[in-house]
Every structure is written in C-alpha cells, then in structure tokens.
C-alpha cells in the first residue's frame, strides 16, 4: 500500500462515519499521511482526528477513536493505534502489496505484448495531424500507438512531406489531404531528426523528444 493509497483509505472512513452519522463535520478533499515521526508507532501517522475535532464538536481522541473502528480490517492496514491528543498512526500489512505485485508480474508475463490492450476504441479510425517538425512526429507515433493498443483504427498525416530520418526514430507518416481528428503540435525541437540522432542516437533521441 503506498501512501496515496493510505490516504483514500482514511477518506473512505471519514466519508462512512459522515455517511453513519457518527461524525457530524465536513468532509476534506484529501488526508495527509506522512511517515511516522521518530518515537512514534508504525509505519505512517495522520492528524486527520485532530482537523476534524474542532468542526465535529468532539476531542481529537474521540474522532480518532470513530475512524479507528471503521479503518479495522481495511486491505492492506494491519493496525491501526491512537497515540498523543489522536494521532492515528498506521502499520501497514506488507503481505497485501507483496501479492498484489505478484499478480501484476504474472498478468504481465502471461499476456506479454497484449498486457495493456483493450478494445475501448475499436471500430474508431482518428486522424492525427501533425507539423513537420521532429517532436511533432514521435509525440503523435506515441499517440497512434497508445489509440492503437485501445482497439483504435489510427491514422497519421503529416502537414508537408515526411522526413525519411524519422524512420529510424520509429516513425511512420503519409502526407494526407483530410481533415483532422487532432491536431499534435508539441514545442519544437530546435534540431532535426538527423541532428538528434548523430548527437544522441535513436533511442535517446526519442526518449528525449517525449
């Protein structure tokens, strides 16, 4: 669990004990978790108990003792202790993010150059427009590609001819007479694709135009 996720997790709770009405005060747009201090308890600690005491009408201890309950058993939360006027201070179940990465590394091997693509574009054929201009042409290849793993029939035009260096960037480009779907002009390089690639060679030439 890292600590954005930490963070919604004590938000759901605030949200459920409003919800329950076992806590009469508004909302925040976020919580702040940070690592615990030095003499503290667990992994990560939050004063969200002790923003909430003033417009709740309660002490800080009482407000973190409601979001306590409502944080028991929350995936990937082992314990959670109130310590000072209602620090929480949480530690966190290390076997949850272990599995969960283990998930992901089997998904990823098992569908290899799949793992990622869907279908939520298919049947769509978007015009990209780009300028003749070396950024212009990798951003909108980078665009194609990632249309392309979403079903996405794309096509790529080019506002003038070509250059034939970008190929050995990996890019591909027709000059068209269409209207555009979107039109990709990015900042411009300041240099050509030949330029790059003789200072930087191709792949970090294109890492660094992105």
């Not at 978790?33 to 004063?47: C, I, K, L, W």
């Not at 990937?76 to 929480?88: D, N, W």
């Not at 007479?177 to 990015?186: G, H, K, L, N």
């Amino acid at each position: 669990m890292t600590p954005v996720d930490l963070s919604r997790t004590v938000l759901h709770a605030v949200r459920r004990a409003v919800r329950e009405d076992a806590l009469r005060a508004p909302v925040p747009a976020r919580v702040r978790v940070e690592r615990t201090r030095p003499g503290g308890r667990g992994e990560y600690a939050s004063a969200v108990a002790l923003q909430l005491a003033g417009p709740a009408g309660l002490g800080a201890r009482e407000v973190a003792e409601i979001l306590r309950d409502r944080l028991a058993g929350a995936p990937g939360v082992a314990g959670v202790e109130i310590t000072g006027p209602g620090f929480l201070n949480f530690t966190l179940d290390a076997s949850v993010g272990a599995a969960a990465h283990r998930d992901l590394v089997h998904r990823v091997r098992e569908e290899g150059e799949r793992y990622g693509h869907g279908d939520a574009l298919a049947g769509q054929r978007p015009l990209l427009v780009h300028a003749r201009e070396v950024r212009a042409a990798v951003t909108a290849d980078a665009v194609r590609r990632l249309l392309a793993a979403q079903g996405a029939g794309v096509r790529v035009s080019c506002a003038g001819e070509p250059d034939p260096d970008w190929a050995r960037l990996g890019v591909s480009a027709e000059s068209r007479e269409e209207a555009a779907v979107a039109s990709i002009r990015p900042v411009p390089a300041g240099d050509t694709a030949a330029g790059l690639l003789t200072r930087l060679g191709p792949d970090a030439a294109r890492w660094g135009l992105l």
